[in-house]
């Protein structure tokens, strides 16, 4: 499943211009250049969407998404904490409110 998951990651990104791979045992990461807020919701939409279609009964998938602003007051080492962190309670988010869902982080650092 973990391979078909990155299939999907990749077949739903555009190939050269973002970044998926997988950040640890069951989680994956996307980093999607040049995009907005809504676009990434879109392209995460579509990779749950395959998700499903791919048919894992009894598995769910959980995405979130996090804007990666650079706050000038902090080192980029904090930045990337900052990013993880954020990415990581929208992550939660979705799988206390229901999993097989999209959340995007709306508070920041």
Same mark, same amino acid.
């Given at each position: 499943?973990? &391979?078909?998951?990155?299939?999907?990651? &990749?077949?739903?990104?555009?190939?050269?211009?973002?970044?998926?791979?997988?950040?640890?045992?069951?989680?994956?990461?996307?980093?999607?250049?040049?995009t907005s807020e809504e676009q990434a919701v879109r392209i995460m939409?579509?990779?749950?969407?395959?998700?499903?279609?791919?048919?894992?009964?009894g598995t769910t998938l959980s995405i979130?998404?996090?804007?990666?602003?650079?706050?000038?007051?902090?080192?980029?080492p904090e930045n990337a904490a900052c990013m993880i962190d954020r990415v990581d309670?929208?992550?939660y988010r979705a799988k206390s409110e229901g999993k097989n869902r999209v959340m995007l982080d709306v508070e920041g650092c």
């Open positions: 499943m973990l &391979n078909a998951v990155g299939m999907i990651l &990749n077949d739903c990104t555009r190939h050269n211009v973002d970044f998926t791979f997988r950040y640890g045992g069951d989680e994956f990461a996307a980093i999607l250049t040049q939409e579509r990779v749950l969407h395959s998700f499903q279609q791919a048919g894992f009964s979130g998404l996090a804007c990666c602003r650079r706050d000038e007051k902090l080192t980029w309670k929208a992550l």
